[in-house]
Nanobody, 114 residues
């Protein structure tokens, strides 16, 4: 079992920056990918970015070089978001995959508005 907890969301003006953090605890051995997804009401949850063991990363097209996903150890994941746009407003979820199971946090709200 894994426990996933996100933090770092908030209100930011367009063009601003935020860094989301995620802490994973429990049986972290065997985690092979961690990532960030987001969801707005009425729409499906969508991938923002993910990072695999070994460091390979994937980003959604809408990121356009504005976000960076990184880990500083086995159980800490981050998403640095720069040049935020109003359309980035969503609940952001951290996820970790281990032994065929996906574990999700409760989400953190990001609101981009002037």
């Amino acid at each position: 079992q894994l426990q996933v907890v996100e933090s770092g969301g908030g209100l930011v003006q367009p063009g601003g920056s935020l860094r989301l953090s995620c802490v994973v605890s429990g049986s972290i051995f065997g985690i092979y990918v961690m990532g960030w997804y987001r969801q707005v009401p009425g729409k499906q949850r969508e991938l923002v970015a993910r990072i695999f063991n070994g460091g390979a990363t994937n980003y959604a097209d809408f990121v356009e070089g504005r976000f960076t996903i990184f880990r500083n150890n086995a159980n800490n994941l981050y998403l640095q978001m720069n040049n935020l746009k109003s359309e980035d407003t969503a609940v952001y979820y951290c996820t970790a995959s281990r032994l065929g199971a996906d574990y999700w946090g409760q989400g953190t709200q990001v609101t981009v508005s002037s």
